[in-house]
């Protein structure tokens, strides 16, 4: 092999060797510009976790609805059902109360345990329904009394007459009794 050849190769060799340092440098960049999007997808997801938290807690407090005093909570509870008769439902209980008002269970349960009349949310929507089961009792005179217990939200009627007797001290079919000699009497 010549000087010539020598040269030839050495020369092909820097020209590989120039190749491969382009190739890198091309590498390092890319590498660093791929670390770069790297770091700034973790900083996205950080921050996607912080607001995570922040909507959490800023959920909880409303949940919990501590700015609201007992009045204004109660107000608010009467106001719901009133316009969306919910407890008519049977299977409406105090999960699905505390859903309604978007407070959280154990603020209904401190709620009504200081309650002077309805000391469980259960006690209170028993009594909204049997409200509801005087209103058709009175004007529904050709619905039955179970028709007229479970239009309510009542499942089974030895619990409404139960409930009724409790509340009233008369019988469902007593009170109806009453207001038909009433009707009778006008």
């Known amino acids: 092999m010549g000087k010539q050849e020598t040269d030839q190769k ?17 590498l390092v960049n890319r590498n ?6 790297l770091d700034a997808y973790y900083d996205v997801r ?13 959920k909880e407090l409303i949940r919990n609805a501590d700015l609201r ?19 008519e439902d049977p299977n409406f209980g105090l999960k699905e109360l ?12 401190d709620l009504f345990r200081r309650s002077p009349i309805h000391k469980t949310a259960d006690d209170y929507l028993d009594y909204l329904r049997l409200l509801r089961s005087m209103y058709y009792l009175q004007n ?10 479970e239009e309510a939200g009542f499942t089974v009627i030895r619990t409404y007459n139960r409930k009724f007797q409790d509340a009233l001290g008369m019988t ?15």
């Open 140 to 149: 529904q005179p050709s619905w039955g009394i179970a028709a007229c217990a």
């Open 172 to 186: 469902p079919h007593e009170f109806r009794m009453l207001l038909e000699s009433g009707r009778e009497n006008n």
């Open 69 to 87: 005093d007992d009045d204004e909570l109660m107000a608010l509870i009467e106001t719901r059902l009133e316009a969306e008769l919910p407890h």
């Open 46 to 58: 950080r921050r996607v976790e912080m607001l995570k938290e922040l909507v959490i807690r800023h």
């Open 10 to 26: 050495i020369q092909e060799l820097q020209q590989k060797i120039e190749l491969l340092q382009k190739a890198n440098l091309d």
């Open 98 to 109: 505390a859903e309604l008002i978007g407070t959280s269970q154990t603020r209904l349960i």
């Open 32 to 37: 660093l510009h791929l670390a770069q999007q």
